[in-house]
């Protein structure tokens, strides 16, 4: 008898895991729509401006990057939606941005010919699907919280990334290949299919409860979550870097195999997600986000250093290990500066430093490689993730205090 009820035990917290996780999954999947939905035209806007439309290189980036920023400046907004309204609501009308970013795209594709409506279009249809990622990923991750309970937070953020990288890599080739067999429409009809049935499931959904209480000023979430937004934007600049620029860095080498790269670093970034993410509930968010950074540092002078592609693949392999629990192990500390009824638009100040990231490392990065060659970009990485180290050690003694 005492041997089956020791046995029965872990049994069932294993499947009341289990259980959760697919729960959760419900939740996380809008935040997995939201990248397909940006992932699909992302390796496909370049060439179709630039070589189709004879547009300048520059107008092929503009296409790209201005879906950022409308992410960036939408982030706040998206929080303030899920706060007052409720989290479903900012999952509904990001699904129904993502589903019109689909159209104005079949819109883009159909007037090519006449390339400045046509363009016009596709920037208006990058802007919809900025907004859309605002208000689905930030809906998604505030609804996961809310129906499993401030204590799984770390681990809706956790599946919140794996959803955003897994969901980036799935999508990029098949949009390739769409566009190779059906032309760029194709991509177009498929973002408005999975946005409008995506858009359905979540109507069907329960609601999460609006947390009742008075709403901080925008101002002040800003002021307690900033310091922590800026711990997560230097320690993401290695991925903005490896991805920007180590295809060229490579060929400046004369190497080959640049794509490995990437590879290994979202293989150890998804395989830390999965096995190490209760370790920031035991452990902690600042630790953990401690020893990450350290990790991620090491990652960096491998390939700030690397003589070889080895070298270079294993600084990418640590980089993917350290930055992995980054953004939940802050997230965590940063969400608990706030009530919990001010939870979306802390999560939305906090994303959009993320954003603020990606869109700022570019130029800045591309400066420092005119001056100093491409191994000096890893070396601005290792400073900035050290900066980000001091950052968090910072907050972790303050919060010990």
């Not at 069932?12 to 959760?24: D, E, I, K």
């Not at 300048?56 to 309204?85: C, E, K």
């Not at 295809?247 to 670093?265: D, I, K, N, Q």
Request: hydrophobic content about 55%; proline content about 4%; some cysteine.
């Amino acid at each position: 008898m005492s041997y089956s009820s020791t046995a029965y035990v872990p049994v069932s917290v294993r499947s009341a895991a289990r259980g959760r996780t697919w729960r959760l999954a419900g939740y996380v999947y809008f935040t997995f729509i939201c990248y397909i939905s940006i992932g699909l035209p992302l390796a496909v806007l370049p060439p179709f401006v630039h070589l189709r439309m004879g547009y300048s290189a520059v107008l092929a980036g503009l296409a790209i990057s201005i879906q950022y920023i409308a992410t960036l400046l939408s982030r706040p907004w998206a929080g303030r939606i899920s706060d007052h309204m409720g989290a479903k609501v900012s999952v509904m009308w990001g699904m129904a941005s993502c589903t019109a970013s689909g159209a104005l795209l079949v819109g883009a594709a159909a007037l090519h010919e006449v390339h400045w409506l046509s363009f016009a279009i596709l920037i208006v249809s990058r802007l919809s699907l900025g907004v859309g990622e605002s208000l689905g990923s930030t809906g998604s991750t505030l609804w996961g919280i809310t129906s499993a309970g401030q204590e799984h937070t770390a681990k809706v953020i956790g599946l919140n990334g794996i959803s955003t990288y897994g969901g980036m890599a799935l999508a990029a080739p098949l949009g390739v290949i769409l566009d190779q067999q059906w032309g760029l429409g194709s991509i177009g009809l498929l973002t408005i299919l999975i946005g409008s049935v995506s858009f359905v499931i979540a109507w069907r959904k329960a609601p999460a409860a609006v947390e009742p209480g008075e709403h901080m000023p925008f101002a002040h979430v800003l002021g307690r979550v900033a310091p922590h937004g800026m711990g997560l934007a230097l320690g993401g600049v290695s991925y903005a870097v490896l991805a920007t620029f180590v295809t060229l860095f490579y060929v400046s080498r004369h190497w080959s195999g640049a794509a490995l790269c990437l590879t290994v670093f979202g293989i150890g970034f998804i395989a830390v997600r999965l096995i190490f993410i209760k370790t920031i509930n035991r452990f902690g968010g600042f630790p953990v986000a401690i020893a990450s950074l350290i990790t991620e540092a090491v990652g960096m002078i491998l390939l700030w250093q690397a003589a070889a592609p080895w070298m270079a693949m294993a600084g990418a392999a640590v980089g993917g290990l350290g930055l992995s629990l980054i953004f939940p192990a802050i997230g965590v500390e940063a969400v608990k500066r706030v009530p919990e009824y001010n939870r979306g638009t802390a999560l939305g100040v906090y994303t959009a430093f993320s954003d603020v990231s990606f869109f700022l490392v570019g130029p800045i990065a591309g400066a420092i490689i005119g001056w100093f060659g491409y191994a000096s970009v890893f070396l601005f990485a290792l400073i900035s993730v050290m900066a980000a180290l001091g950052i968090i050690v910072v907050l972790k003694a303050a919060s010990s205090r």
